[in-house]
């Protein structure tokens, strides 16, 4: 195995200094996640079952943010190896005002009918009445957010990671000092519950834009060449719909396939312990997964540079495999240690915490087992599909890869073991994960056929 993933000297190094700052942004970015599960925790399993409810159409709207991010990241990669500015910014521009149309759009049917939608997403109405007060205000807070990350994704393609870690990082202290103070009622402040979270989110959000605004004006590396970020021009705009809306829409269309399968728990016959073990179990999963991400958003980083130098076919195959050979090598140490500490720590230690016990806890030990077993397969159809071929421009390809597997297998099985054979939830967990087991394979054959190498930057007509 060291023979395969073999490169020249100083190049591990090289991806570790660009991947872990974006691991521990997101490390950081999916603490606070499970900062924010623990503190509703301690309100009770209802109010956190109603806040993972009201976080599915939320976790759309992430999933639009991490879209417009990598469509991004498509173009401002391959500019960087260009060192085109003027170009930089435009990109810029249009990623920014397009990711703002369609979150203040989002946003404002959440404000409106909060408790509408939140019916639609449980069998409980109590559910719905409690979380429709923190679904009013945590959509605005992601148009701020969608600013924020379009900044901090440019800053990451252009080979500043750190950039987005300090950013995140600043932004989850925010807020986890204000959940304690509006949750709870602390130091004077009123016991808000649920809204409380909701507001302190509001509240770091806007910090995280502001933080953006002041280091764009004085940064020397993305020299932001401000008449080109308000005018970016139509060929931009064409640009980046070519190549970014595929990707908006392939995160929009997962991000609504992985909120259906919250739905469907919210349907089973005993939904409030099936949403809250899922509720901790998403956030424990997603912190094993974030060196994945890095690591996959560091190879669309190092390979879109890459195929911008114009280096050539071999180079750019050479380059890619390694990479992905080095993240199936990470996905099963993560793995193993996950596993080893399923029953030394997360069964006997946080499941309590969380107040998981009994059916509640059964249910989150059997989705970590799945999930963590699963975790080398997420990291090489992670690293393939938002690495590799995105940075490559293959965004169709991508797109019919990452949603067929979701939507032809995995809902459809996980509905019918948990809302019609009613099985129980060891065949509703390994359901949950089919998607996963079904993308390798897809993968390999499209990576093997160099089919996904374009230079974005030019029109098809002018590529070698």
């Not at 950081?28 to 924010?36: A, N, V």
């Not at 252009?158 to 987005?164: L, Y």
């Not at 390809?397 to 939830?425: E, F, M, N, R, Y």
């Not at 160099?450 to 230079?455: A, F, G, P």
Request: hydrophobic share 55%; proline share 3%; charged share 10%.
């Amino acid at each position: 195995m060291s023979i395969l993933i073999r490169r020249e000297q100083g190049f591990y190094r090289r991806l570790m200094k660009l991947s872990m700052p974006i691991v521990l942004q997101n490390l950081i970015t999916f603490s606070l996640g499970l900062i924010d599960t623990f503190m509703v925790s301690q309100l009770g399993n209802t109010e956190m079952a109603a806040v993972t409810a009201a976080n599915v159409p939320v976790f759309l709207l992430i999933s639009i943010v991490f879209g417009v991010q990598s469509g991004l990241g498509i173009l401002v990669s391959q500019y960087w190896g260009k060192q085109d500015m003027k170009s930089i910014s435009r990109s810029i521009g249009v990623a920014a005002a397009a990711g703002v149309v369609v979150a203040a759009l989002l946003a404002a049917v959440l404000f409106l009918w909060p408790v509408q939608i939140m019916d639609l997403l449980s069998n409980n109405h109590e559910l719905s009445i409690l979380g429709a007060p923190y679904l009013k205000l945590i959509g605005i807070s992601y148009i701020f957010n969608m600013l924020s990350s379009v900044y901090a994704s440019a800053q990451r393609s252009a080979e500043n990671p750190s950039f987005g870690m300090k950013l995140f990082g600043a932004s989850t202290l925010i807020n986890t000092g204000l959940n304690y103070l509006l949750i709870f009622g602390k130091l004077g402040f009123p016991m808000l519950g649920i809204q409380g979270a909701a507001i302190a989110t509001l509240c770091s959000r806007i910090c995280e834009f502001l933080i953006c605004v002041v280091y764009a004006l004085r940064d020397k590396r993305i020299r932001m060449r401000w008449a080109a970020f308000f005018r970016p021009g139509w060929d931009m705009l064409r640009r980046f719909l070519k190549y970014a809306s595929p990707v908006v829409l392939n995160e929009a269309g997962w991000g609504l396939g992985n909120s259906l399968l919250t739905v469907i728990l919210g349907y089973t016959e005993n939904s409030v312990e099936m949403l809250a073990a899922n509720a901790v179990m998403g956030n424990l999963n997603r912190l094993f997964l974030v060196f994945c991400f890095g690591l996959g958003a560091a190879t669309a980083v190092l390979v879109g540079k890459a195929i911008g130098e114009g280096q050539n076919e071999e180079e750019v195959m050479s380059l890619s495999n390694a990479l992905l050979r080095f993240t199936i090598v990470s996905g099963a140490v993560l793995a193993v240690i996950a596993l080893a500490l399923l029953p030394s720590l997360f069964t006997p230690v946080v499941f309590p915490l969380f107040k998981l016990f009994g059916e509640s806890a059964a249910i989150a030990t059997a989705l970590a087992v799945t999930g963590f077993a699963s975790i080398p397969l997420h990291a090489y159809s992670i690293t393939s599909i938002t690495g590799v071929l995105r940075s490559g421009g293959d965004v169709i390809w991508s797109a019919a890869l990452d949603l067929a597997p979701q939507w032809i297998i995995c809902l459809p099985l996980t509905a019918l073991c948990a809302l019609v054979l009613k099985t129980g939830i060891w065949p509703i967990a390994l359901a949950m994960q089919t998607e996963s087991m079904a993308k390798i394979p897809l993968c390999i054959y499209r990576v093997r056929s160099r089919k996904w190498i374009h230079d974005v930057t030019v029109s098809r007509g002018e590529e070698l």
